[in-house]
């Protein structure tokens, strides 16, 4: 009973609604962002079933082509905003200061402001669903013209992104703030685990790419409402420029959505082999040359807007460049298994999904860099197979990973290990069955963002929409699964893993509401 | 059973799991040759870089499945400590990068080619609408629309559709094969994307600008091609047909100021 | 705290900075020709060198015409063959074929792109905004020449004007 004395000595939080409202606690909040992100998960993978079930077979069958284009639209916003950004956001706030000996976030305060931001944020998006002229249809990318002939819809959106943009900079802020302020004595940045690591990293990263996506909205707002021709030809403006602003955004965004996964990767991959990580010091100069060749790529993702040759050529060869770092990670990785003594719990499997599956989705994005190959492949399913392998068995494994691996210590029970496997092998091979087809009709001439499509394209559709539903339902069992975790199962012990390292093993599980109030001693 | 029926039975095999979804052959999978000197560099450099992905990939899967099997705690195994060695280091980052240099070098003598739009003879105007093409043979009368001819009872599920559903379209461009073509693209109100796989030709028309690229087509045939850029609520809607034919046929159809249907002019050729 | 303070300090420079971009963007295509906009600047004539090349270059002209019912906006010859250095002219012709007055401007794009830094306008339509009334027609005129800095390679350039009638504000929703 020495937690129930603690607390009520450190502060009285109250409690029920109000406690979640008004936190300022890291776990708290780690754990309302997870929340969040899973509710998320659940909307986006219903819009995401709706676009398979159109897609199931050729012809219209079940929504109208203006409404399948707002399911890929939204399905697109919700999963990268509302799923993978939060669910970081959340393994952030619940390990950043218990990983480094710190006893909170830096700014608590602004913690919870830029949580509550985003429930916000997300009714306001969802909300266009029931407005004239429907909700956003023209690509999460937001390309102008096509973007403004948005109807009433248009500045619920702009404002959304907004503020979605000032939650994931505020958060971004204090993750920096906490990593360069809070650490214990004797944490030394190169001692710092490759969570953090990674972390701080994309938290820089958000810091420079978010404003810019909110000056790039900003604009198609006033283009649409006070006369602006920023992107409009007749203005002398140029529709073209927004694309180079928004990958300017969007090609550091992509990192961000995968850095902390390598992150994630990194910690369970030595524990489960009972093996130190190998070249840790490489992973962080990796990371950050990842880092920063994001920024120098962005014009791969339009190859055939029509830019000069030159032009071509050196986006072709930064593009081609960030394949070096990447390997050196999966090479990390693999001699960080080899001669392990390995055991294969849930994380453990995830993990390595992550590093087969995400390994296949760099295959193809070093084709996609190839840019006369890139002219068949642009726009296509086959990039639509790229991304979603690097997202779904990339980011969303690792974070299903990150909590088969964290669970126990957050609730101080463990998983049940069986169901957490049978988990992973049914997500394993739907995502497989859903995505992998995706290649072969993108290679054969299928374009993305279509509700219909010709017969040459029919079977691998219909492979691709069991698989979609095959992997949806899966998810249940891991909604199942947290919720019977939390409430009970067999007492995990402090340090839950075998060859478990780091200071969040050193507390107990469930660790105190407040921990590290005094610094740990490193070693 | 004798070795040449095992033979057959296996050749039997193989071919029933190729054609495992009803009708998608191999070539179904992967992406077509085309037909112009480019566009079969195009698939060139695509099978090269599939098939350094795939060999990397049994390398570096190898070795983590050989792991996964030997050193794994149940067989006993304590685990090593070794946790750097520059050398490795050094070795997995030179490796890939003189690999891609050597990727990027034919990839950029083919782009080269692609940006070469020079001495063309034919010039043809593309313009892209919400939903449909405009197709202007430049300097002759010949101009017209090009829009889906597949009829809605299709679409709508009322109707069974037929083989070129969604791939047809009621006016056909007309092109000349071995002659060298050169395309301006622009669009009159948001961005599409003028795709033909077979002819490895893929670029954005845009509003207020033109952009530009160019083809020699090697045989006659019939080439499909879509919008392969997101337009608004028909962007699935707005294929592109080419039909590529003999000098004389296409002298004869533009003569005929582009309104003989050119299926008919095909059909009397035969 | 001052960490704090410095990264808000970024965010507010990265926002700034994104419509920085624009004049950067315009500053780039100037330079480069990258989207294949022609310079708005008239040239003077003595620009030019009193040199004129013996290479032979062909130029030809088209138009887009936003909403073919209302205006008519074509080029009167299709295509020139020009000698670098040397100025010469030629017409675009304007019917209005509706009831009302047409404001607009012609915005011009030039392909290939690296060829639009090279295309020097003297006089042309496009400086500014053009007024036709119901049932005019009028032949703009437009005079040109090619920099001989040009690159050889390059053997036909397309101008093109898309003609796009004025942005009403309180009209526009």
Not at chain 1, 392 to 398: E, K, M
Not at chain 2, 121 to 141: A, M, P, R, S, V
Not at chain 3, 32 to 58: I, R
Request: glycine share 8%; aromatic share 14%; with cysteine.
């Amino acid at each position: 009973m020495s937690t129930v004395v603690k607390d009520t000595h450190h502060d009285e939080h109250p409690s029920g609604i109000m406690r979640w409202l008004t936190t300022t606690n890291h776990k708290d909040i780690g754990s309302l962002y997870l929340w969040f992100a899973l509710i998320m998960f659940f909307i986006g993978g219903l819009m995401a079933l709706v676009i398979r079930s159109e897609l199931f077979q050729p012809g219209l069958q079940f929504v109208d082509p203006q409404f399948f284009n707002s399911m890929t639209t939204m399905h697109a916003l919700v999963m990268i905003f509302g799923v993978v950004m939060p669910a970081f956001t959340g393994l952030a706030n619940w390990m950043i200061p218990i990983m480094i000996g710190g006893p909170d976030m830096a700014l608590p305060r602004m913690n919870n402001y830029s949580f509550w931001i985003m429930p916000f944020a997300f009714s306001m998006l969802l909300s266009t669903l029931f407005m004239d002229g429907g909700a956003p249809a023209g690509g999460w990318t937001l390309y102008p013209p096509l973007s403004l002939q948005t109807g009433d819809a248009f500045p619920f959106l702009i404002f959304a992104i907004h503020f979605m943009g000032l939650s994931s900079i505020m958060g971004a802020i204090n993750i920096v703030a906490t990593i360069l302020n809070m650490r214990a004595p004797g944490m030394t940045l190169m001692k710092m685990p490759l969570f953090v690591w990674t972390w701080l990293i994309t938290a820089f990263l958000l810091i420079a790419v978010m404003p810019v996506l909110a000056g790039g909205v900003t604009m198609l707002l006033t283009d649409k409402f006070f006369g602006t021709s920023f992107f409009n030809a007749a203005g002398g403006g140029d529709p073209v420029m927004f694309q180079h602003i928004f990958w300017f955004f969007g090609h550091p965004e992509v990192y961000i959505l995968i850095l902390p996964s390598f992150g994630v990767v990194s910690a369970i991959i030595p524990t489960f082999a009972r093996k130190p990580l190998f070249g840790y010091s490489s992973m962080v100069y990796a990371t950050a040359s990842i880092a920063f060749l994001s920024f120098i790529v962005w014009a791969h993702h339009m190859f055939t807007v029509g830019m000069p040759l030159a032009g071509e050529v050196f986006f072709m060869l930064a593009t081609m460049l960030i394949a070096v770092p990447t390997g050196v990670k999966v090479f990390n990785w693999v001699t960080t298994m080899w001669r392990g003594a390995m055991t294969f719990e849930t994380p453990m499997l995830f993990a390595i999904g992550f590093i087969v599956m995400f390994t296949i989705g760099g295959f193809s994005g070093l084709m996609l860099a190839i840019t006369p190959a890139d002219f068949q492949y642009h726009d296509t399913y086959f990039v639509v197979a790229h991304f979603h392998y690097v997202l779904v068995p990339g980011s969303i494994f690792a974070i299903m990973a990150a909590v088969y691996f964290w669970l126990p210590k957050w609730t101080g029970n463990m998983y049940p290990e069986t169901l957490g496997k049978v988990h992973f092998w049914l997500s394993t091979f739907f995502v497989n069955l859903t995505f992998f087809p995706m290649h072969f009709v993108g290679l054969a001439g299928m374009p993305r963002r279509i509700p219909d499509y010709s017969l040459q394209f029919a079977d691998y559709n219909m492979i691709a929409s069991f698989g979609a539903f095959g992997f949806g339902f899966a998810q249940l069992i891991f909604v199942y699964l947290i919720v019977k975790t939390i409430r009970g199962g067999e007492k995990a012990t402090d340090e839950v893993w075998e060859g478990a390292e780091g200071l969040e093993w050193t507390l107990s599980s469930p660790p105190p509401y407040h921990s590290f109030n005094t610094p740990p001693v490193i070693k | 059973m004798n070795f040449l029926n095992l033979k057959k039975l296996s050749l039997l095999i193989a071919l029933g799991l190729l054609s495992l979804p009803a009708h998608a052959g191999w070539l179904d999978l992967n992406m077509p040759k085309g037909v112009t000197d480019i566009s079969n560099e195009v698939y060139g450099l695509h099978m090269l870089i599939l098939y350094i992905c795939i060999v990397i990939g049994v390398l570096v899967f190898g070795a983590m499945f050989w792991s996964i099997l030997k050193h794994r705690k149940s067989r006993g195994v304590t685990p090593a400590t070794f946790h750097e060695s520059t050398k490795l280091e050094f070795l997995w980052t030179i490796v890939p990068f003189a690999i891609l240099i050597g990727m990027a070098v034919p990839a950029t003598k083919t782009l080269i080619k692609m940006y070469d739009t020079s001495d063309a003879e034919i010039h043809i105007k593309i313009t892209g609408y919400q939903w449909l093409w405009q197709y202007e043979y430049l300097n002759t009368d010949v101009s017209f629309y090009s829009k889906l001819s597949t009829p809605y009872k299709e679409i709508y599920n009322q109707k069974e559709k037929n083989i070129n559903y969604l791939q047809e379209v009621d006016r056909k461009l007309v092109l000349p094969i071995n002659k060298k073509i050169r395309f301006l693209l622009t669009s009159n109100d948001v961005l599409h994307a003028w795709w033909v796989p077979d002819l490895a030709l893929k670029k954005d028309a845009i509003p207020g600008f033109i952009n530009e690229m160019a083809v020699v087509i090697k045989e006659p045939g019939v080439y499909r091609g879509r919008c392969a850029e997101l337009c608004g609520r028909h962007h699935g809607f707005m294929p592109i047909v080419i039909e590529a034919v003999e000098q004389d046929q296409y002298d004869q159809w533009l003569a005929n100021g582009g309104k003989v249907e050119s299926t008919d002019l095909a059909s009397t050729e035969k | 705290m001052g960490t704090v303070k410095k990264l808000i300090f970024v965010c507010v420079f990265m926002f700034f900075f994104s419509f920085a971009l624009i004049p950067l963007y315009n500053i780039i295509c100037d330079v480069t020709g990258l989207n294949g906009n022609t310079s708005n600047l008239k040239e003077k004539v003595n620009t030019f060198s009193e040199v004129v090349s013996t290479e032979k270059l062909n130029i030809q002209f088209i138009s887009h015409e936003v909403n073919k019912n209302k205006l008519e906006f074509k080029p009167k010859e299709f295509e020139m063959t020009i000698s670098p250095g040397k100025v010469y002219s030629t017409l675009y012709v304007a019917t209005n074929k509706s009831n009302s007055k047409i404001v607009g401007q012609a915005i011009p794009s030039v392909s290939p792109n690296e060829a639009a830094k090279y295309l020097k306008k003297l006089e042309c339509f496009c400086f500014e905004e053009q007024t036709f009334k119901p049932g005019e027609v009028v032949e703009l005129p437009l005079y040109f020449a090619i920099d001989e800095k040009m690159p050889k390679r390059i053997k036909t350039i397309t101008l093109s004007y898309s003609f796009f009638e004025a942005i009403d504000v309180s009209k526009k929703n």
